[in-house]
């Protein structure tokens, strides 16, 4: 039986949350990716609150990889005023490539560390 692009994803995401698990000292940086935008949280797994959030719908770009490097250094800016510069990337079970990798690289450049 054929798995549609969904329960592959799914299932890809269940492996990667198996093995990251977000702290206070170095919380989990959680995206998840649609057609149309890219949300990301920062979260706390041991106390079950989300620290800093964005969606790459309220920034500027044209296209979807120029939202997703805003939202990111957005992300990073409320990160820092948090205090939290060390982060442990959960890419959702999307693969590292287009916007993903996009907005990991600039929310490295904005100063998050994973």
């Known amino acids: ?6 329960q592959q994803r799914d299932r890809r995401h269940r492996r990667v949350r198996a093995k990251v698990q977000g702290s206070e000292s170095r919380p989990r940086l959680s995206i998840y990716k649609s057609n149309t935008r890219l949300v990301a949280q920062i979260i706390d797994d041991a106390k079950g ?20 490097e805003a939202a990111a250094a957005t992300l990073a800016k409320r990160a820092s005023a948090k205090g939290v510069k060390s982060v442990v990337f959960d890419r959702g079970g999307f693969q590292y490539l287009g916007t993903v990798k996009a907005f990991a690289e600039a929310a490295r450049a904005a100063g998050l560390v994973f």
């Open 49 to 68: 609150t989300t620290l800093a959030a964005v969606s790459s719908l309220d920034e500027k770009g044209k296209t979807p990889r120029e939202r997703a």
């Open 1 to 6: 039986m054929a798995l549609t692009k969904t």
